[in-house]
């Protein structure tokens, strides 16, 4: 059971930094943006390009490529969704054109890379430390601490701080918000990029704890959606309760069903709590 | 030239079957679903099995490969049938992936190895490639139009114009959901027994989530236009795919910059419709 939790606690923490960006991104849009996994997928690979193949030291390749993907998942979550939005695309257009730039993304990261999959930490394990009965590196420490801090930050800040208000009034209503005074263009803004540093951040520190191939970005999205969805009561904070709440069942399934089976677990938890969630929108509505 | 057509038809057919399911439902009923290459790979493995490891007769296995995606179509309207939008989109993507997920896990279906000497659907003798191909796109062609000039794809277009008012005319919503899901599935399960049986070869790779890439690129591209619409617009895909390949000399690069070129092209399409379609007023 101690093993169990373990792996539950390493593996949310990954989930959770995964998960944090779409959530802050999706509190304002409300949109399933599906190239969010490519994002941190593109992250890790234009760490691995500038540091590996073209000898730039991590302390200046690490901060570029985090800029570097930003400014793209800026683009889009800044600049195209409420675009998109305000030319009267319904959520599920832009959802649709969001897993079309998802392949686009993913086929140009195929071809540069010719499919390679990366890793960019040591071939030299550290042992670590005992933790619940699995070992934990000093890198996966500071994950779940980073994790951790994160989630409590962004409860914090949606309770207590003007700028978390704003964004949840503007996330509820940016009529009304822009009516009582915030400046929703700033708000969308400062979250887009927030989300957007966010997103590349964890898709570099994934690439040094875990390998990367392109394909795994549908995945990475399908992970942050369960995730935001399960703590959606709580906003971005609830996404690292999700994340850890995912992270558990993913390793149940692991340890006590089969590891085969652990894929299937994350469509199929996709499945319900979309399910759960939205069993009371207001009905009908096609599109 | 036969050759290349027989070679086309192979590898179009399949999609094409899939692209008719695919407008049954976004032309049809309005709703963006994604839960048919599940259905389709369920239909597919069915059929191999029954007729790979349990020596069944190609009619017998392919009745109830069909019957099967017919059920397993209804399954899922049936379980998503209170989510529109985003909703029923994402949670029928968790029903297609989580079963191409567990086609890849279960053994019986040979796991990632796949099972080879799928028997082909000519029924006696060698049927060619091609006409067994041409027979089976007439067939999904046909039963597509019938289903558009029933009442009950009258009614379902109707759904897709105005929910509320084809409610308020009587129109049993859910009813309609469900057997434009049976008849989506009894299409997709068609699609994935063709390709299987075309290639004598099935494996979990054929029911990846991009593979709906091209099906759901006709289907928008064709506007709501007829059946003939969707497999043209198909068919010319497919033959761009090919151009990119014999132009570019290299195959793996033609693939990803073909999907490219393809998804660009796509999406922009979806958003010209889309503003096209837009509101002049809003009352």
């Known amino acids: 059971m101690g093993a169990i939790l373990g792996a539950a606690v390493v593996s949310g923490s990954i989930y959770a930094l995964i998960s944090l960006g779409f959530a802050l991104a999706f509190r304002i849009s409300g949109v399933f943006n599906l190239a969010h996994g490519i994002l941190l997928v593109a992250a890790g690979y234009a760490n691995y390009g500038l540091g590996t193949l073209l000898g730039i030291p991590p302390w200046l390749s690490i901060p570029a490529s985090i800029l570097l993907v930003s400014l793209i998942g800026f683009a889009i979550e800044g600049g195209g969704i409420p675009l998109a939005k305000r030319a009267g695309l319904k959520p599920v257009d832009i959802m649709v054109l969001s897993w079309l730039m998802l392949v686009v993304l993913q086929d140009v990261l195929i071809i540069i890379f010719s499919s390679t999959s990366i890793y960019m930490g040591s071939a030299n394990v550290v042992p670590g430390w005992a933790l619940l009965g699995a070992r934990i590196t000093p890198l996966q420490l500071f994950t779940v601490s980073a994790s951790l801090a994160a989630g409590l930050g962004f409860f914090l800040m949606a309770r207590f701080s003007v700028s978390g208000r704003e964004i949840t009034a503007v996330g509820d209503n940016p009529l009304l918000a822009s009516i009582c005074g915030v400046n929703v263009k700033r708000v969308v803004g400062l979250n887009a990029a927030a989300a957007a540093l966010l997103t590349a951040g964890a898709g570099v520190l994934f690439s040094y704890q875990d390998r990367l191939d392109p394909t795994l970005g549908m995945r990475f999205s399908i992970v942050a959606i369960v995730a935001t969805l399960a703590g959606i009561r709580l906003g971005p904070a609830g996404a690292v309760l999700g994340a850890f709440a995912f992270g558990l069942l993913e390793s149940l399934v692991l340890y006590l069903v089969d590891p085969g089976l652990r894929d299937t677990a994350v469509y199929f938890c996709l499945l319900v709590v979309v399910l759960v969630t939205y069993r009371r929108r207001l009905l009908p509505e096609t599109g | ?283």
């Open chain 2, 1 to 283: 030239m036969l050759d290349f057509l027989s070679y086309l038809t192979q590898i179009a057919v399949g999609s094409a079957l899939m692209a008719l399911a695919l407008s049954v439902y976004v032309d049809g009923i309005g709703y963006t679903v994604f839960h048919l290459l599940g259905v389709s790979g369920v239909s597919a493995y069915s059929y191999a099995l029954l007729t790979v490891a349990c020596g069944w007769s190609v009619p017998l296995a392919l009745s109830i490969g069909i019957l099967l995606g017919v059920v397993c179509g209804w399954l899922c309207s049936e379980c998503v049938r209170t989510l529109r939008g985003d909703g029923l989109a994402l949670a029928t993507f968790g029903i297609g992936v989580g079963t191409f997920e567990a086609l890849r896990f279960v053994r019986i279906t040979g796991g990632v190895f796949g099972l080879a000497g799928v028997p082909q659907l000519g029924v006696a003798a060698p049927v060619p490639i091609l006409a067994t191909g041409a027979v089976v796109l007439l067939v999904g062609i046909g039963a597509t139009a019938l289903w558009r000039r029933s009442l009950g794809g009258a009614i379902v277009r109707c759904v897709q114009q105005d929910e509320w008012g084809a409610l308020s005319i009587g129109a049993r919503v859910e009813g309609h959901q469900r057997l434009t899901g049976a008849f989506a599935g009894a299409l997709a399960g068609a699609s994935g027994i063709y390709a299987a049986a075309a290639t004598g070869f099935i494996e979990p790779r054929d029911f990846r989530p991009t593979n709906l890439l091209v099906p759901l690129a006709a289907t928008i591209l064709a506007c709501g236009r007829t059946p003939l619409g969707v497999v043209g617009g198909l068919f010319a895909i497919v033959l761009f795919f090919q151009a990119v390949r014999f132009i570019g000399q290299d195959p793996t690069t033609a693939g990803p910059v073909s999907e490219i070129l393809v998804a660009v092209v796509v999406g922009m399409v979806l958003v010209l419709i889309r503003l096209r379609r837009r509101p002049k007023f809003d009352g």
